[in-house]
Nanobody, 122 residues
Framework: VQLVESGGGLVQAGGSQRLSCAAS??????VGWFRQAPGNEREFVAA????????YYPDSVRGRFTISRDNAKNTVYLQMNSLKPEDTAVYYC??????????????????WGQGTQVTVSS
């Protein structure tokens, strides 16, 4: 299974950016987005159940970020609005193959993309 992220880059605070994650196979359980800033642990950003489309967000991004999927393309999107400098990080998408564990726990994901840098300038 391969996951390829795209859409990162530099954006000003208050701006928007959309990330894409294309999977080489149909996700079975869920796809999640995580981020990691230098010196920080990997942080949960969003997840979507592939069947049913239920979404999950932490309080830090709820209302600003939206995760969605295109079933026909095996692709997940992360729309990020009202970006803040503290959103700066490498963003990773991950595929959850089995239905064990919390959607917010990165240990429960089986495949990871290479990451894409998002930099929010103040």
């Amino acid at each position: 299974v391969q996951l390829v992220e795209s859409g990162g880059g530099l954006v000003q605070a208050g701006g928007s950016q959309r990330l894409s994650c294309a999977a080489s196979t149909r996700p079975i359980v869920a796809v999640g987005w995580f981020r990691q800033a230098p010196g920080n642990e990997r942080e949960f950003v969003a997840a979507i159940q592939w069947t049913g489309g239920i979404t999950y967000y932490p309080d830090s991004v709820r209302g600003r970020f939206t995760i969605s999927r295109d079933n026909a393309k095996n692709t997940v999107y992360l729309q990020m609005n009202s970006l803040k400098p503290e959103d700066t990080a490498v963003y990773y998408c991950a595929l959850k193959k089995y239905g064990f564990g919390s959607y917010s726990d990165h240990n429960g994901y089986d495949y990871w993309g290479q990451g894409t840098q998002v930099t929010v300038s103040s």
